[in-house]
Nanobody, 126 residues
Framework: QVQLVESGGGLVQAGGSLRLSCAAS????????MGWFRQAPGKERECVAA????????YHAGSVKGRFTISRDNAKNTVYLQMNSLKPEDTTVYYCAARLYSLSGAVTGVGEYDYWGQGTQVTVSS
């Protein structure tokens, strides 16, 4: 069992920045691939960014490439999503996810993840 707790969401003006954090329970965090997803109302959940267990391999969706950066600190059991140059269309709930004991690189499929956080709301005003 892995518990994921997101934090760092909030209200920001367009062009601003936020850093999301996701703290994971357990002692095997460095064995898990991690991802950040978002889901707008009426739309499917999509992978925003993903990172391999060692942090060597990363993925960023085209819509956020150059603006968002995923990173992880295995010593702190935490994965981050640095979001810069935020746009109103980035407004939605963001979820952290863990794929346990992953030997793959950055994993982007919703169905490939084992545990999910409760989500954190990000609102970007125009």
């Amino acid at each position: 069992q892995v518990q994921l707790v997101e934090s760092g969401g909030g209200l920001v003006q367009a062009g601003g920045s936020l850093r999301l954090s996701c703290a994971a329970s357990g002692r095997t965090f460095s064995s898990h691939a991690m991802g950040w997803f978002r889901q707008a109302p009426g739309k499917e959940r999509e992978c925003v960014a993903a990172i391999s267990r060692g942090g060597i391999s990363t993925y960023h969706a085209g819509s956020v490439k150059g603006r968002f950066t995923i990173s992880r600190d295995n010593a702190k059991n935490t994965v981050y999503l640095q979001m810069n140059s935020l746009k109103p269309e980035d407004t939605t709930v963001y979820y952290c996810a863990a794929r346990l004991y992953s030997l793959s690189g950055a994993v982007t499929g919703v169905g490939e993840y084992d545990y999910w956080g409760q989500g954190t709301q990000v609102t970007v005003s125009s």
